[in-house]
């Protein structure tokens, strides 16, 4: 079976990580993944040793790469432009839609209207985006698939394994906070300085890696008040880490015996947390979902109140000034993973549902399941 990914981001982001653990998984199981974007925001580099990838704006080309490749199926990501592309390449075969985006009013242009071909079903990455999904959409099943982690490659590395080589350094005798992701309004980096002068202002012994952003659309409203505010001695910011790099961040922040933190207003999932766990580290985050679908409050990490600062420095405080309590938290974060989000768990599940659609061309239900 030949499948072809439609997204129009080329991120370093979730559903490109998530993407990226797939298709290998998938792979293995005689599915082979061709990835199609329009726009590269530095991510080619995770994608590009997995899998064959496109790159292209032009609806000439997009349509001949579809005529050409004889796909067995085509899984459209938050791309609205590209049903229109499927259906001038007069393409036959199953469309399966994916709804990622957690604003609702970014998502409807996806899924509102599919402009003349019918989606066998929408899948959602978690509860949360499912109920978001079904205000926008009630003529298509929905169906929940976790992203999954590659958990022979996100593991919690044994000190030796350790890369202390490369950025970024672990300094001595202070406890890491790992900040992951994009410079973006969503991602509330503003609230992130808030929690920095806090800490500042409280105790010298913590160290802030922000990861991520080299690209983002913020990133210079960031630098702006990051060094405003006088708190370059507190955050270290690493625009780029290489994805095969990131195994060795999460172990030098679990070395040091702190945690990571989110600050962001709202996911669809959320692959930093299940990275984060599943390499030994816990998580402090805000108290909604999808977040509590992912984290277990008090085993795998701890939830603060909304966007409230002063909780949040709290819960980051009750774990990594509690050594014993961190242990239990990272033995029970890396358990949690393996259940619930290994590849291995999750993708059976994508693997069954392509093998179903495409063998029977058939309907599905509202569970996912033939009729």
């Not at 000439?60 to 390449?89: F, L, P």
């Not at 509860?127 to 978001?132: D, E, G, V, W």
């Not at 079904?134 to 022979?152: A, M």
Request: with cysteine; hydrophobic share 40%; net charge neutral.
């Amino acid at each position: 079976m030949k499948v072809l990914v439609i997204w129009r981001l080329l991120t370093v982001g979730g559903v490109n990580a998530g993407w990226r653990n797939r298709s290998i998984y998938f792979k293995n199981h005689g599915i082979d993944t061709e990835f199609l974007y329009t726009t590269d925001h530095g991510g080619l580099h995770i994608m590009q040793d997995i899998a064959p990838v496109y790159l292209t704006k032009d609806e000439k080309e997009i349509q001949k790469i579809i005529k050409d490749n004889c796909y067995d199926a085509i899984i459209i990501v938050d791309t609205g432009a590209a049903y229109k592309w499927v259906r001038k390449a007069n393409f036959q075969g199953p469309v399966i839609v994916e709804a990622r985006t957690p604003e609702l009013i970014k998502l409807m242009p996806h899924v509102k209207s599919f402009k003349g071909i019918q989606p066998e079903l929408i899948i959602v990455p978690s509860q949360y985006q499912k109920r978001i999904v079904s205000i926008l959409t009630n003529n298509v099943p929905i169906e929940v698939i976790y992203n999954g982690v590659d958990t022979s490659f996100f593991r919690a590395l044994m000190e030796e394994e350790i890369d202390f080589q490369s950025e970024p350094i672990l300094p001595n005798d202070k406890k890491i906070i790992g900040w992951i992701g994009r410079l973006d309004k969503r991602k509330n980096w503003p609230m992130l300085l808030e929690i920095a002068k806090k800490i500042k202002n409280e105790r010298d012994d913590i160290e802030i890696w922000v990861i991520g952003g080299a690209q983002s659309v913020q990133r210079e409203e960031f630098t702006a008040a990051w060094q405003q505010e006088q708190l370059t001695d507190i955050i270290k910011w690493f625009p780029v880490i290489p994805y095969q790099q990131m195994p060795h961040v999460y172990a030098k922040i679990r070395q040091s015996g702190g945690c990571t933190l989110a600050t962001t207003k709202s996911e669809s999932f959320g692959n930093t947390f299940i990275e984060s766990m599943t390499c030994g580290v816990p998580v402090v985050a805000s108290r909604m979902m999808p977040v509590t679908e992912l984290v277990v409050e008090g085993e795998t990490g701890l939830l603060f109140r909304g966007q409230n600062v002063e909780d949040a420095v709290n819960q980051i405080y009750g774990i990594i000034d509690d050594p014993i309590r961190f242990q239990q938290m990272s033995q029970a974060a890396i358990n949690r993973v393996q259940q619930h989000f290994s590849i291995q768990t999750v993708a059976d599940a994508y693997v069954n549902l392509l093998k179903k659609i495409v063998q029977k061309g058939g309907e599905v239900n509202g569970e996912g399941e033939m009729r």
